[in-house]
């Protein structure tokens, strides 16, 4: 389901799996990469991977998710706190941040799975 796949992504940016982050990304995702090999380095580097460590998940429960083979769209609501890691040598190391997102899930391809598409995001610094 959706809501699984959301957790399930959560809890592999947690333990820094960056080969499911990919294999649960869809091709339509501004961060979905052909080169595997730059992609998994973008997480590491660039992405959150080195420079936050993850606290918390919080998912909309009363949302309306699809039940329905049918159903190849759903979007959920979220917030996930990061911890600026004191190593990344930024001046907010140490600093929560709380990032807001409305995530697009799609399924289709073979074999048709759920895949994070996309989001829309706004980030508070605590």
């Known amino acids: 389901t959706p809501m699984a796949l959301l957790r399930s992504r959560y809890t592999a940016f947690f ?3 960056p080969v499911y ?5 869809h091709p ?7 080169d ?3 992609w998994v380095k973008d997480l590491n ?8 460590d993850f606290v918390g998940l919080e998912v909309n429960e009363d949302q309306n998710v699809p039940l329905s ?3 190849n769209e759903s979007v ?9 890691k004191e190593e990344a040598g930024s001046s907010l ?21 759920w895949r994070y598409e996309s989001g829309e995001v706004s980030m508070n610094i605590g």
């Open 15 to 17: 333990y820094r799996l």
């Open 21 to 25: 982050v990919m294999d649960t990304t």
């Open 28 to 34: 339509n995702c501004s961060d979905y990469r052909e």
């Open 36 to 38: 595997r090999i730059k």
């Open 45 to 52: 580097k660039d992405g959150m991977f080195d420079s936050f």
């Open 69 to 71: 083979d049918d159903v």
């Open 76 to 84: 959920l609501d979220l917030k996930v706190r990061l911890r600026a």
């Open 93 to 113: 190391a140490g600093q929560e941040r709380e990032i807001s997102e409305t995530s697009r899930f799609l399924r289709d391809g073979e074999p048709r799975m």
